[in-house]
């Protein structure tokens, strides 16, 4: 399954949002969707891109916004990395973190203020902390450095810059499209009409995504985001739809959100997608710049003896974002391996799961360099 529980205005290197977490009268729609004086004083054209994500500031987010982020740096310093122009990372928590003062970082007031430590669905907040960030970019255009805002999340692996086309083109923006949001599902028809009423088109109107990895030009962010947020608030207040929605039903909100908008999205299934991959699901990089390490991987021996494992679910402690310790790579490749659910592991995957754990450590070096992270 997707991660969910890692994302379990003035800052931006010391920007935060204003007490209250609204910032208007609680819809937000006509606060985004209003131009502003001679226009939005950012970026409108051009193929550059602002990269965003959000994170509720724990150690396991944390551990994992380290690794994402040495990884960004080593695709920047590639050949068209210098189109990736910014890099913010959107905290929804009551006080700084270990990382306010590290990487870029953008505080905004949270819903759930029992999320700082745990809570049971902290991306519940998401939504609302980007359009905190948004909010903030109006009144500051300077937060926005592109045309273009990528939203990614922390468990993800740069393997090599993404490249969009210009904003001022008729280019469609870019979703991924998870196998797990079915909006057509048969069981959640009910809900999803609550949500994207008959009235609207048919549910096959849906994008079967979420917020992350998302192209969308800013203008599409400004539209789609009060939606977002007002769509994830009106199924956590409604049992049936959090039930039948379970732990995706803030993506659910996301896709809903942009169909209401109207926002197309070009999405493909690897190796096609020119997004991401999510090993070990998936054995060839294809046309994908990002790798998504939501699940872990248990390599057996056809004896059923443990090969390798590794799972991001084992960094959770303090000392984790500290430190954020190196990944043991796996022995040399030998046929009649298998997975833990009985997959074989070919040649493909076992060079696609090393690819992704020697960028990771590369990117730990990086981080370690340039002085946020302690020595193990």
């Known amino acids: 399954m997707h991660a969910f529980i890692e994302i379990g205005t003035k800052q931006?290197?010391?920007?935060?949002?204003?007490?209250?977490?609204?910032?208007?009268?609680?819809?937000?729609?006509?606060?985004?969707?209003?131009?502003?004086?001679?226009?939005?004083?950012?970026?409108?054209?051009?193929?550059?891109?602002?990269?965003?994500?959000?994170?509720?500031?724990?150690?396991?987010?944390?551990?994992?916004?380290?690794v994402m982020y040495g990884t960004y740096k080593?695709?920047?310093?590639?050949?068209?990395?210098?189109?990736?122009?910014?890099?913010?990372?959107?905290?929804?928590r009551t006080t700084d973190d270990a990382l306010s003062n590290k990487l870029p970082t953008f505080r905004a007031n949270p819903l759930h203020p029992e999320c700082d430590g745990w809570c049971e669905y902290p991306v519940a907040d998401?939504?609302?902390?980007?359009?905190?960030?948004?909010?903030?970019?109006k009144a500051d255009p300077s937060l926005i450095k592109a045309p273009w805002l990528y939203m990614i999340e922390t468990d993800f692996v740069f393997i090599k810059p993404i490249a969009a086309p210009r904003a001022e083109s008729d280019a469609p923006s870019i979703a991924f499209p998870y196998g797990y949001i079915q909006p057509t599902y048969p069981t959640i028809e009910a809900v999803m009409r609550k949500l994207y009423p008959a009235s609207e088109g048919p549910l096959t109107d849906i994008p079967p995504t979420g917020c992350s990895p998302t192209?969308?030009?800013?203008?599409?962010?400004?539209?789609?985001?009060?939606?977002?947020?007002?769509?994830?608030?009106?199924?956590e207040g409604d049992e049936e739809a959090k039930?039948?929605?379970?732990?995706?039903?803030?993506?659910?909100?996301?896709?809903?959100?942009?169909?209401?908008?109207?926002?197309?999205?070009?999405?493909?299934?690897?190796?096609e997608s020119v997004t991401m991959i999510q090993p070990p699901a998936d054995h060839r990089l294809g046309k994908?710049?990002?790798?998504?390490?939501?699940?872990?991987?248990?390599?057996?021996?056809?004896?059923?003896?443990?090969?390798?494992?590794?799972?991001k679910r084992s960094y959770t402690e303090p000392v984790h974002e500290r430190t954020v310790p190196k990944?043991?790579?796996?022995?040399?490749?030998?046929?009649?391996?298998?997975?833990q659910d009985g997959v074989a592991i070919t040649k493909d995957l076992y060079d696609i799961i090393v690819l992704m754990i020697t960028t990771m450590n590369t990117g730990i070096d990086v981080a370690r360099a340039e002085g946020l992270v302690a020595e193990p």
Do not use: C
Request: charged share 20%; no cysteine; net charge negative.
């Open 126 to 137: 998401r939504p609302n902390a980007v359009r905190q960030f948004l909010l903030a970019a």
């Open 215 to 235: 192209l969308m030009r800013m203008d599409e962010w400004m539209r789609v985001t009060p939606r977002w947020e007002t769509i994830t608030a009106q199924i």
């Open 12 to 66: 931006h290197h010391g920007r935060e949002a204003e007490d209250g977490a609204s910032g208007d009268d609680g819809s937000g729609s006509a606060v985004l969707a209003e131009a502003g004086g001679g226009g939005p004083g950012w970026p409108t054209t051009g193929d550059t891109v602002h990269i965003a994500y959000t994170s509720n500031g724990s150690p396991y987010t944390n551990y994992q916004n380290l």
């Open 288 to 311: 994908a710049h990002l790798m998504h390490y939501t699940w872990g991987s248990i390599f057996s021996a056809p004896n059923g003896t443990k090969v390798w494992e590794w799972d």
């Open 327 to 339: 990944i043991k790579l796996p022995p040399p490749f030998e046929e009649g391996w298998k997975l």
């Open 243 to 271: 039930k039948a929605l379970d732990w995706v039903r803030e993506m659910y909100a996301f896709s809903v959100a942009a169909a209401l908008e109207h926002v197309k999205l070009d999405m493909h299934e690897p190796p």
């Open 74 to 92: 080593l695709a920047q310093a590639m050949p068209g990395g210098d189109k990736m122009v910014a890099f913010t990372r959107i905290l929804h």
